[in-house]
T-cell receptor, first 115, second 112 residues
Framework: EAQVTQNPRYLITVTGKKLTVTCSQN?????MSWYRQDPGLGLRQIYY???????DKGDVPEGYKVSRKEKRNFPLILESPSPNQTSLYFC??????????????FGNGTRLTVT | KQEVTQIPAALSVPEGENLVLNCSFT??????LQWFRQDPGKGLTSLLL?????REQTSGRLNASLDKSSGRSTLYIAASQPGDSATYLC???????????FGKGITLSVRP
C-alpha cells in the first residue's frame, strides 16, 4: 500500500532532550516536507526536500533540522526541544509539487508535547 | 507572498443539503490547487487536484472548480452526509520552489 509513515504517533518529552521523528514513503517520491499544525495558525512548513541531499527551509525552520540521505526517508530532528515546539507534526511527499498532477500525500501525524 | 483564505471557518448544515466551500488566493501564478480533507487528529487526505490549465475536477459527489484569474476555487459537495463532517483545506502550489500554501480550513458539520 502506498503510504507515508511517521513514527512515533505520540511523544512526550522534556525541554532540551534531543529527539527524532521519522518519516518514510514507499512511492519513490522526489519531494518531501515537514509541517506543523497549531490551532489558529494552520499548517506551516518547517523544511522541505526536492531530492536526495537537497533540503531547504520553510516558513518556520528555527529549532529544527532535517536530512535526506535516502530518497524514502526524511527525519525531523529537534536538537533541544522547547515547550513552544509542542504541536502536531505532519510529514508529506509528492512525486514533484511543481508537476501539474502531483497530489501531496500526508502521514498520520505525530503529536509532540514538550514539558 | 501567497495567501490563502477560507471563509467561513466553520459551517453546519442538515444532511442532504448541497453545499459550497470557498477558497481564495492572492497570487494567480499557481501550478495547481488541491483540496484536502482532515478528520480530527488525523492526517490530510487529498480529495481533488486541479491543474492550473483546468477549470474543474470531479470525484463522486465532489466537484472542485478553479478561476485562476480571480483567485478563487470552490468545492461543491452534493447531497451531504454525516460522514462528510471534517475539516476541508485548500492549498495552492506557486513559485520557483513549488511551495504549497494552505488555507486554515473550513470545519464542516453535517447534522443527521
Amino acid at each position: 500500500e502506498a503510504q507515508v509513515t511517521q513514527n512515533p504517533r505520540y511523544l512526550i518529552t522534556v525541554t532540551g532532550k534531543k529527539l527524532t521523528v521519522t518519516c518514510s514513503q514507499n512511492m519513490n517520491h522526489e519531494y518531501m516536507s515537514w509541517y506543523r499544525q497549531d490551532p489558529g495558525l494552520g499548517l506551516r512548513q518547517i523544511y522541505y526536500s526536492m531530492n536526495v541531499e537537497v533540503t531547504d527551509k520553510g516558513d518556520v525552520p528555527e529549532g529544527y533540522k532535517v536530512s535526506r540521505k535516502e530518497k524514502r526517508n526524511f527525519p525531523l530532528i529537534l536538537e533541544s526541544p522547547s515547550p513552544n515546539q509542542t504541536s502536531l507534526y505532519f510529514c508529506a511527499s509528492s512525486l514533484y509539487p511543481g508537476s501539474y498532477n502531483s497530489p501531496l500525500h500526508f502521514g498520520n501525524g505525530t503529536r509532540l508535547t514538550v514539558t | 507572498k501567497q495567501e490563502v483564505t477560507q471563509i467561513p471557518a466553520a459551517l453546519s448544515v442538515p444532511e442532504g443539503e448541497n453545499l459550497v466551500l470557498n477558497c481564495s488566493f492572492t497570487d494567480s501564478a499557481i501550478y495547481n490547487l488541491q483540496w484536502f480533507r482532515q478528520d480530527p487528529g488525523k492526517g490530510l487526505t487529498s480529495l481533488l487536484l486541479i491543474q492550473s490549465s483546468q477549470r474543474e475536477q470531479t470525484s463522486g459527489r465532489l466537484n472542485a472548480s478553479l478561476d485562476k484569474s480571480s483567485g478563487r476555487s470552490t468545492l461543491y459537495i452534493a447531497a451531504s452526509q454525516p460522514g462528510d463532517s471534517a475539516t476541508y483545506l485548500c492549498a495552492v502550489t506557486t513559485g520557483a520552489n513549488s511551495k504549497l500554501t494552505f488555507g486554515k480550513g473550513i470545519t464542516l458539520s453535517v447534522r443527521p
